[in-house]
């Protein structure tokens, strides 16, 4: 393909923000959030310069990434005159936790189903969860294995009481609207990495919906950035989680380009025993992050891929000369639901 058609799909960031902004909004977000550098963590390693995309302060119970999403997902359940929220996540979810947050914020009753929550110990985000008020569902281990059937009757239930559900594993949008928000954090990204005059970036963060649109931001204005994708457990592969949608969500933008596998290196072997379970490499990250630059993980997304990352650089896998971006997508209440063994961690 010649240099004028490449040229030719690429969208100025005006054209781009236009396909955005044509979607409803609400503004939930804090935004735009903080691109901040790592010198401590960086000299420590003795590797490329490290900087943050400080995600986790985008306010809405403790912040995260899916603040963005919540911006285009509500006014969209809204809209359709839905009036109940049914999810269903695994007992320590930050979704679970961001989205009762947002169905507050906008009026709509939350039933919220946790899997393999039953017996636990209130706290963390299962604790956020009760505080805002959803209407918990604790499944035990075998009643998580039909935890959609589940969720189905209660749906049932209250439809046949009059009240229109919206139950979030049976829609589209909310598999594609964190792309949507992260297209817009890519704009976001492309500013502040002019203001600081970074070069030769390298991003790096959890492989899920949000890196895609940071993606499909960096080609549709043709930048050169590379992408790192860390997974975080064995249950929820890669494929149908989130490739399967790349022309999903390329047609729901309007956009030239979307992403592929291709576009990110993927590291699939820092998940330990499986999600939820903290390994003593994400354990050390945590605690190292801590103590350089005053970064706080968690246990569960960006502490791994923090692990990632240090242990990257100290394989010199990343080049000397390249600017690397952990995103910092969140997380920080599941940290307590770790505390005896990071209290009790040790270098």
């Keep these: 393909m010649s240099i004028n058609k490449i040229s030719k799909k690429r969208l100025s960031v005006k054209q781009l923000q236009s396909k955005i902004d044509k979607f409803p909004r609400i503004k939930i977000a ?37 603040a963005r999403h919540y911006e285009f997902e509500m006014p969209v359940i809204k809209n359709e005159g839905y009036d109940t929220i049914i999810n269903i996540m695994d007992y320590h979810s930050n979704n679970a936790r961001m989205t009762a947050a947002a169905a507050n914020k906008t009026e709509l009753k939350y039933i919220l189903i946790l899997k393999n929550a039953y017996n636990r110990k209130i706290q963390g985000n299962l604790l956020l969860d009760k505080i805002l008020g959803s209407e918990l569902h604790l499944l ?9 059937d589940y969720a189905t009757k209660l749906k049932i239930k209250y439809e046949k009481e009059g ?32 203001e600081n005059q970074l070069n030769n970036i390298h991003i790096i963060g959890v492989a899920g919906r949000s890196l895609c649109g940071l993606i499909i931001a960096s080609k549709n204005l043709g930048l050169d950035w590379k992408f790192t994708g860390v997974t975080v457990n064995y249950d929820m592969p890669l494929e149908g989680y989130i490739f399967r949608h790349n022309e999903d969500i390329q047609n729901l ?24 379970v903290m390994t003593s490499q994400v354990a050390e990250a945590i605690h190292l992050s801590a103590q350089t630059d005053a970064i706080i993980c968690d246990p569960n997304y960006t502490g791994t891929v923090m692990a990632a990352l240090i242990d990257q650089v100290r394989k010199k896998n990343f080049n000397k000369n390249e600017t690397i971006i952990f995103l910092h997508t969140g997380g920080l209440p599941a940290l307590f639901t770790f505390s005896e063994e990071l209290a009790s961690f040790s270098f």
Excluded: C
Aim: glycine share 10%.
């Design 253 to 276: 933008l309007d956009v030239p380009m979307t992403f592929y596998e291709t576009d990110m290196k993927i590291l699939d072997n820092y998940v330990g025993e499986g999600y939820g």
């Design 163 to 194: 009240h229109k559900v919206y139950l979030l594993e049976d829609h589209l949008f909310p598999k594609l609207v964190g792309m949507i928000g992260f297209v817009e954090a890519g704009i976001e990204l492309k500013n502040q990495i002019k």
């Design 140 to 148: 035990d281990e075998k009643q998580s294995i039909n935890a959609h």
């Design 30 to 66: 804090h935004t735009p959030t903080p691109l901040e550098e790592m010198p401590n963590l960086t000299k420590t390693l003795n590797g490329p310069k490290i900087w943050v995309k400080r995600e986790d302060m985008t306010g809405l119970v403790y912040g995260g990434n899916k």
